[in-house]
Every structure is written in C-alpha cells, then in structure tokens.
C-alpha cells in the first residue's frame, strides 16, 4: 500500500474529480488502505458531495478508529452541527 504522501504527490496538478477517480482505482486494489479512503473522501467534500465523502470517512474509521478521518468526521459535524441563532431570531 502507498503511503497518504504518495498518493498526494500522484494527485498533484489533477482536478478533484480525476483525483476521486485515481483513488477509486486504488481503492479497488487496496480496499483497506484507510489514508486513501479519507483522502477520497476530502475530494469528495470538495465536490460538494457530502454523504460520499461522509461514507468514505466512516470506511476509513471502521479500518482504523484513529486514522484521520476521524479528524475529517469532526469536522464535518461541526460543520453540519452549525447554525446561526440570529437567523431563527429576527
């Protein structure tokens, strides 16, 4: 298995959606590679497709309760988490 770095460097200069689809390849390869899942799954967030990427993130946990996706998945309920107060209260 390439290492989180490795398949960075392989992505360097590529859109997201090429980036998605060179690490869907490797995926298929390296299933448990759980670095690669949670790098797919932040291409997937920059996409705007949330629950890919969530899913990924999950995956990549499921492999490795410390990888960092569960950096990745705090982020994101933050992110989801938030609301603005002053927006319900004019």
Known sequence: MKTAEELRKEMKGMTPEQAVSHLSAYLKENPGD???????????????????????????????????????MQATYDILDYYNKDLYNP
């Open 34 to 72: 759980d670095g690669a899942l949670t790098l797919r799954g932040l291409k997937y967030w920059s996409l705007g497709r949330r629950a890919d990427a969530i899913n990924d993130y999950l995956a990549a946990l499921e492999i490795n309760p410390e990888s960092k996706a569960k950096q990745a």
